[in-house]
């Protein structure tokens, strides 16, 4: 149980580091076609860092009502930030193979 604390809180910290690395990546690219690729992994790592953190309250928080709430709503936005960031870097890669 405590080994598994310690790699969701490891992922966690993987996760935020290139969340925001790659949103300084995102904001530094020139071309709008890498900006929103860059963008689409920033989504990813972004939903990854909130499922986490949804796993990692079940295993702190047990049974109260706020605590279920509060973890599905982390659930459900960081499987949509990945959706989405899945879905805009395949958009956003297809757009780069097809301009080069």
Known sequence: MVVIRYLLF??????C????????????AKDARERGLYGAVTNI?????????????MFIFRG???AVVIEAVFLVLGAFNIFAGIRNRGYY????????
Do not use: D, E, P
Not at 10 to 15: F, K, M, S, T
Not at 93 to 100: A, E, F, I, L, Y
């Open 17 to 28: 580091i290139c969340a925001a690395l790659y949103s300084n990546r995102s904001r530094r």
């Open 10 to 15: 490891a992922l966690l910290v993987i996760a």
């Open 45 to 57: 790592f972004m939903g990854i860092m909130l499922v986490v953190l949804a796993l990692i309250f």
């Open 93 to 100: 890669r297809r757009m780069k193979s097809n301009s080069m």
């Open 64 to 66: 109260s009502t706020v």
